[in-house]
Nanobody, 119 residues
Framework: VQLQASGGGLVQAGGSLRLSCAAS?????MAWFRQAPGKEREFVAA????????HYADSVKGRFTLSSDDAKNTVYLQMNSLKPEDTAVYYC????????????????WGQGTLVTVSS
């Protein structure tokens, strides 16, 4: 499975961006992780295709929302009320397993898209 992430950019604090992750094949779960400069990669959000179950990191709950387009095998991450601390490279990932937030269990990874939030 190949994953193509897009949608990153520069936005002011309080603004919005929508990231997209297009998959070449169907998997069971897809997720977004992010890595800020000098920090470890962290979980952001995940969903399962079968029941659209979702899970969000506490830091983004109420601000970020996952959605999907079955026909396009694409998952979207709508990011609202962005903060400077959201600045990071965002990676989409997929796996055949169930919903989860541990990165080592994800089998496929996209190339990353940079989100920069200015104060």
């Amino acid at each position: 499975v190949q994953l193509q992430a897009s949608g990153g950019g520069l936005v002011q604090a309080g603004g919005s961006l929508r990231l997209s992750c297009a998959a070449s094949g169907r998997t069971r779960s897809m997720a977004w992780f992010r890595q800020a400069p000098g920090k470890e990669r962290e979980f952001v959000a995940a969903m399962t295709w079968s029941d659209r179950g979702t899970h969000y990191a506490d830091s983004v709950k109420g601000r970020f929302t996952l959605s999907s387009d079955d026909a396009k095998n694409t998952v979207y991450l709508q990011m609202n009320s962005l903060k400077p601390e959201d600045t990071a490279v965002y990676y989409c990932a997929a796996k055949t397993g169930s919903l989860g937030w541990i990165d080592r269990y994800y089998e496929w990874w996209g190339q990353g898209t940079l989100v920069t939030v200015s104060s």
